[in-house]
């Protein structure tokens, strides 16, 4: 099992910058695949990246390609989400979890999650 703290958000304006990180317990980490994940009031949680087992691979939803870059850490049992030019739609409560294949983009394909951080973009 795997046990997840989200820490990093708070408020920015628009067009800054916020980074992520996702703590992860557990000597397993490194056999996951991760994602990023977000909820907006009154909407579904949607897919935001996630990053293969090894750091090899990496999925972005096309919302935040090019701005947003996720990383991990295995030695630190550590994921991160970099999230630059930042916009009031990317306004959310955040959730790192953990699943056994980076390419899926549904909440119910992964295992494990956070209790998430809230990141709210001013404009």
């Known amino acids: 099992q795997v046990q997840l703290v989200e820490s990093g958000g708070g408020l920015v304006q628009a067009a800054g910058s916020l980074r992520l990180s996702c703590a992860a317990s557990?000597?397993?980490?490194?056999?996951?695949?991760m994602g990023w994940f977000r909820q907006a009031p009154g909407k579904e949680r949607e897919f935001v990246a996630a990053i293969s087992f090894n750091g090899g691979k990496t999925y972005y939803a096309d919302s935040v390609r090019g701005r947003f870059t996720i990383s991990r850490d295995n030695a630190k049992n550590t994921v991160s989400l970099q999230m630059n030019s930042l916009k009031p739609e990317d306004t959310a409560v955040y959730y790192c979890a953990a699943g056994w294949d980076e390419s899926n983009t549904y909440p119910r394909q992964y295992l494990y999650w956070g209790q998430g951080t809230q990141v709210t973009v001013s404009s």
């Open positions: 557990g000597r397993t980490f490194s056999r996951y695949a």
